[in-house]
């Protein structure tokens, strides 16, 4: 039975590492503002681990119209004793770290018996980091959807890491996930990225050649301009405090950033907002003016309250869900070119951008000291994503790609079928 729009409705599984609530990461955000919709117009069964304590959301999942295949599962969370151990234990294995910490071969079976049981017209893959779920199995038509170029991060971390022993580590975890990566090309009909930028670098550095790229969306409906909330002097930064990427980006910012703007500015304060802050992330709140929220049950409040958003990112990659977030609450931003890249955001315009820590306070401090400016930036931002961005027409832009494949695919007569790759171990069947 067709959708309102005329499109033919389609079975598809959706494999994903967790359940999207609470809606506590960009990718979950990311997933979670596409299949709000996708599950309206097609029956999506979505397979994924289920860890502890995540039970109580399973009804706001299946709220979504989703039919959920939960298998419990664990994963040590960054920077506990059991990462660390998995991490040591990772050296004697060909795979990147990332990728043998989400896998579990229960999950693998669960998806074998569904595509053994159930006639599905496409499966969709979220992210390179659960490919070895569905290698070797017999798939129908397939998409990886790539949030980032997952071996760019670890190189440009391997730039910036200090220490020989952890830049040694960076590098060899970098040189196995592009190996990887560039492998997991080849076991799909075609990728989706979150960026034009995203696409062009799977061509050039992995010769990908069936890639698409869709825009990034945010939820416009849940975020919303409350001028009045706005709190003078306080400067914001949100993003999940167990990315990497994020607790660099907040060292750096308290190191070299903000005593520059305390120094003109001491009544200002800064938050941290984002889940699990490890130790040394939480040692920030002792610096004068740093509090470090961790968890917080909805970050609507802390945005609304923010004179000025930073994202004072130095590695990254894919897309920046965050800064739509805080421009459709028309929150002027600062931003590093890494922090916006892949956004067709305009410096000057939509955010103000700086890369070295003199330019980043300087940047700060014109918001705070600046009202007009803040507003003029935040209007423009807000007007922007909400003219483009928001989720049901990039849920839509998704929705065509995968009707697309389906077409090519039953074209040319058969799905795309690889030769098995060593990221298998030897003692697993290729099929469960």
């Given at each position: 039975m067709p959708d309102t729009s005329g499109q033919p409705r389609l079975k598809i599984l959706f494999l994903h590492k967790q359940i999207l609530f609470p809606?506590?990461?960009?990718?979950?955000?990311?997933?979670?503002?596409?299949?709000?919709?996708?599950?309206?117009?097609?029956?999506?069964?979505?397979?994924?681990?289920?860890?502890?304590?995540?039970?109580?959301?399973?009804?706001?999942?299946?709220?979504?119209?989703?039919?959920?295949?939960?298998?419990?599962?664990e994963v040590s969370p960054h920077g506990s004793a059991g990462f660390y151990l998995g991490a040591l234990a990772n050296l004697a294995s060909s795979r990147p770290y990332a990728v043998d910490r989400n896998y579990d071969p229960a999950l693998r079976r669960r998806i074998a018996d569904l595509l053994?049981?159930?006639?599905?017209?496409?499966?969709?893959?979220?992210?390179?980091?659960?490919?070895?779920?569905?290698?070797?199995?017999?798939?129908?038509?397939?998409?990886?959807?790539q949030h980032n170029v997952e071996a760019q991060i670890l190189e440009r971390h391997a730039e910036v890491t200090s220490g020989a022993l952890m830049r040694a580590y960076m590098r060899n975890q970098y040189r196995r996930m592009a190996a990887f990566e560039a492998a997991c090309g080849n076991h799909f009909d075609h990728v989706i990225a979150v960026s034009r930028q995203d696409a062009r670098i799977f061509a050039e550095r992995y010769g990908w050649r069936d890639v698409d790229a869709i825009d990034t969306a945010v939820d416009t409906e849940l975020f919303e301009p409350r001028p009045g909330d706005e709190v003078e002097g306080r400067v914001m930064f949100l993003g999940s405090m167990d990315w990497l990427p994020n607790q660099d980006g907040m060292r750096w910012f308290c190191e070299e950033v903000w005593?520059?703007?305390?120094?003109?500015?001491?009544?200002?304060?800064?938050?941290?907002?984002?889940?699990?802050?490890?130790?040394?992330?939480?040692?920030?709140?002792?610096?004068?003016?740093?509090?470090?929220?961790?968890?917080?049950?909805?970050?609507?409040?802390?945005?609304?309250?923010?004179?000025?958003?930073?994202v004072p990112l130095l590695v990254g990659g894919g897309t920046r869900l965050k800064i739509y977030e805080a421009m459709?609450?028309?929150?002027?931003?600062?931003?590093?070119?890494?922090?916006?890249?892949?956004?067709?955001?305009?410096?000057?315009?939509?955010?103000?951008?700086?890369?070295?820590?003199?330019?980043?306070?300087?940047?700060v401090l014109r918001l705070l000291d600046d009202a007009d400016l803040r507003r003029r930036i935040g209007d423009a931002a807000d007007a922007f994503v909400r003219a483009h961005y928001g989720s049901e027409p990039i849920a839509r832009q998704f929705e065509a790609i995968c009707l697309d494949v389906?077409?090519?695919?039953?074209?040319?007569?058969?799905?795309?079928?690889?030769t098995p790759h060593p990221f298998l171990s030897s003692s697993e069947p290729l099929k469960s």
């Open positions: 809606r506590d990461t960009g990718g979950k955000i990311r997933v979670l503002n596409l299949l709000k919709h996708l599950a309206r117009w097609h029956d999506v069964t979505y397979v994924c681990n289920l860890r502890r304590g995540e039970e109580a959301f399973l009804p706001e999942m299946e709220a979504l119209g989703m039919k959920v295949e939960a298998v419990p599962g053994r049981r159930e006639a599905f017209d496409l499966v969709i893959c979220d992210t390179v980091q659960m490919v070895r779920h569905l290698a070797g199995l017999e798939l129908p038509p397939s998409i990886l959807f005593p520059r703007v305390r120094e003109r500015r001491p009544d200002a304060t800064f938050q941290i907002v984002g889940r699990n802050p490890p130790p040394s992330v939480r040692a920030l709140a002792e610096r004068p003016g740093i509090e470090v929220t961790g968890s917080v049950p909805d970050v609507r409040p802390y945005l609304a309250a923010a004179s000025v958003v930073v459709a609450m028309a929150r002027a931003t600062v931003s590093t070119t890494i922090g916006a890249e892949g956004l067709p955001v305009e410096p000057g315009t939509h955010y103000l951008q700086a890369d070295d820590p003199e330019a980043f306070a300087a940047d389906l077409a090519r695919v039953r074209e040319r007569g058969s799905v795309r079928r690889a």
